[in-house]
């Protein structure tokens, strides 16, 4: 086979991270299914990783590290079902997409507040417009991917329509648009826009962080919905964390400009359940048979952002929600900090006080209740796909998510009235 022998030549041949073969090994997971690749190639990528932490270990190697963190970063990807560590990070393969962690301080001058948020944008655009991007590929017969469950025209016309919508905020902000087109024009029309907007890098990382476990075609638009997911809350974790600094520092309208950009950030990808509830029930039941370990229960994100907002009690912190993210558990635990302590400080300090501390616990009951109504749709979703099979990454499913949907977001303001549904049927992602 040709990735055996691209291979084997490329181990013997100096093992050179920029020249990977990178496109045979991943023909062969698409062509089987991450679950069922074999395990002479697993064997053989095994031993590629090998070489590489041993010619790093040396001092070996080239003096750009650029080429050995993408090769690391596939490998980990490749190789968590062989290792036994497979879950949610390593399913998305968030450590490829370079992903936004929310662990950055997120202040800095007003141009380094802009490049960070239209980094964000940026991805964001890039995942929905190649999850739209296969679509039409898979309409037109011009891709063998995931060749099994092909959704119908009207589905796929939905996708695209839902696709660009998700997106168009995000594109708005970044100077660009989309104009009102046939659904498929427009879907190709993004899939232009971002495609000329990526550098060679961001192209290779986005093709190498498709590695679905199994054929069935929804599973390519479940991985992309998820990963843009990943982006959104790691970008409220970042505006999270400068809502914190703002309200240490007295500065209540910087800290309500963060709150409120948050919640837009959050509303503005309600399109994104809906693209997801448009997965077919049957197809997601197919792949999901063999996603076994990983969940997005496990979602550091996530749990980043909820920390941030209060400090979780210890039933929370002791759930399995926060045992899979053992080093944020033990920040938290630590003392880690959160806008309900900041909140709670400013106003004693006497340094939040009347309209600002109006204007702040405004902003946070607004943010609180469009967080509340995220979990209300990923609930139903859930129930939609799965009724009341258990979890993956060996949860509860369904009944983990009733328990959590109403946890508050805060606790030194109460939430707003739950923000209109979105116009479409809406979801969320799954577990």
């Not at 963190?69 to 560590?85: N, Y």
């Not at 060679?200 to 638009?221: G, Q």
């Not at 974790?237 to 919640?263: F, M, S, W």
Request: overall charge neutral; some cysteine; glycine content about 8%.
């Amino acid at each position: 086979m040709r990735f055996v022998r691209e291979l084997t030549s490329w181990l013997s041949g100096g093992a050179d991270p920029d020249s990977f073969p990178y496109l045979p090994v991943t023909a062969e997971f698409h062509r089987t299914g991450k679950h069922f690749v074999g395990k002479g190639l697993l064997a053989l990528l095994d031993e590629a990783r090998a070489h590489i932490a041993a010619t790093r270990a040396t001092g070996a190697g080239p003096e750009d590290p650029g080429p050995v963190r993408l090769l690391r970063g596939f490998l980990d990807v490749a190789l968590d079902k062989w290792d036994g560590r497979y879950d949610y990070r390593s399913y998305l393969a968030l450590r490829l997409l370079g992903l936004p962690c929310g662990d950055d301080h997120a202040g800095g001058s007003v141009a380094e507040r802009a490049a960070t948020r239209q980094g964000r944008d940026r991805l964001l655009v890039h995942l929905v417009a190649d999850a739209l991007a296969f679509e039409l590929a898979a309409a037109a017969g011009t891709t063998d991917l995931l060749p099994e469950q092909r959704p119908g025209p009207a589905l796929v016309a939905k996708r695209h329509r839902l696709g660009v919508r998700a997106v168009s905020p995000a594109l708005s902000r970044l100077g660009l648009t989309v104009d009102d087109l046939q659904p498929a024009t427009a879907a190709a029309a993004l899939h232009a826009l971002a495609a000329a907007d990526r550098s060679t890098a961001e192209e290779r990382a986005l093709r190498l962080s498709m590695l679905p476990v199994y054929l069935s075609h929804d599973e390519y638009l479940f991985i992309r919905v998820l990963q843009a997911y990943e982006c959104v809350f790691a970008g409220l974790a970042d505006e999270l964390r400068a809502t914190i600094d703002a309200l240490d520092a007295g500065r209540a309208v910087a800290a309500a400009e963060r709150l409120g950009y948050a919640r837009d950030q959050l509303a503005s990808a309600a399109p994104l359940f809906s693209l997801l509830a448009s997965m077919q029930p049957e197809s997601f039941r197919t792949f999901r048979a063999y996603t076994e370990g990983a969940s997005a229960i496990q979602s550091r994100s996530y749990k980043l952002m909820e920390s941030l907002c209060r400090t979780p009690e210890g039933s929370r912190l002791d759930s399995a929600a926060y045992r899979s993210v053992p080093e944020l558990r033990d920040r938290v635990r630590a003392g880690g900090p959160s806008v309900d302590a900041a909140l709670r400080a400013a106003v004693r300090s006497g340094r939040l006080a009347g309209a600002d501390r109006a204007l702040v616990e405004g902003r946070m009951r607004e943010f609180a209740a469009t967080v509340l109504h995220w979990r209300r749709t990923h609930h139903r979703l859930a129930v939609r796909m799965l009724g009341e099979r258990p979890g993956t990454g060996y949860t509860e499913g369904t009944p983990y998510l009733a328990e959590v949907r109403a946890i508050p977001v805060f606790t030194a303001v109460a939430a707003d009235a739950d923000p209109a549904a979105p116009s479409e049927p809406s979801g969320g992602c799954p577990e």
